[in-house]
């Protein structure tokens, strides 16, 4: 099982949800569990396809790419998404490319210790994913003058404020109806070597 609840399959969608599905296809051609359990409310996927390039994979953010997926994987580690870990910790670990510092990293998010192989801008990023997670609504202006004071600009505080959301709704999604990744290529990156993209 994938989900618990019912996923349509290709051979069985409709003209809608195959209009759907092929925006949610990924590189590798596949329609990951993640959109597919949208399958039965093809605007649902359609919406969370947009939110996804929008918040992690837009051509106009300027935080690094694996910055961006470690803060993803610090959210999924908190919120205890199995699904979102697996996927995104995958294309960190490929973008940082660097197996020493990676290993560190994830060892240090998983003490839910990032003090310990972080500091400056991205010491403070990880400070304000947990509390953005954890405390909603303990959140304050000083935490964003915190982001700006360590160097951050406004467009990059609020790229992160959308990864950090984007990521607690899906952790949500994927949670609440128990999918899996089973029949998935996990992670962007999956067949690639380091230097390859």
């Known amino acids: 099982m994938t989900a618990w609840i019912s996923m349509i399959s290709d051979e069985a969608a409709d003209e809608d949800l195959l209009d759907a599905l092929s925006l949610a296809r990924t590189p590798h051609g596949t329609v990951d569990n993640v959109m597919r359990v949208h399958s039965h409310r093809p605007n649902t996927m359609r919406g969370h396809v947009m939110l996804y390039r929008a918040a992690l994979h837009d051509d106009t953010n300027t935080l690094p790419e694996w910055l961006q997926e470690t803060i993803s994987s610090y959210v999924s580690i908190l919120n205890d998404c199995d699904y979102s870990l697996a996927n ?106 380091p230097d390859e993209g």
């Open 88 to 193: 995104h910790w995958a294309n960190a670990r490929h973008l940082i490319a660097n197996n020493e510092k990676a290993d560190a990293i994830e060892a240090a998010l998983h003490k839910d210790a990032p003090e310990l192989v972080f500091d400056g801008a991205e010491l403070e990023l990880m400070k304000y994913a947990k509390k953005l997670t954890v405390t909603p609504a303990s959140m304050c202006e000083s935490d964003v003058a915190a982001l700006r004071e360590s160097g951050l600009n406004d467009g990059e505080i609020l790229e992160a404020n959308q990864i950090i959301g984007y990521f607690n709704y899906v952790n949500r999604l994927l949670n609440g109806l128990g999918v899996t990744t089973s029949g998935d290529t996990v992670g962007y990156y999956a067949g690639e070597s």
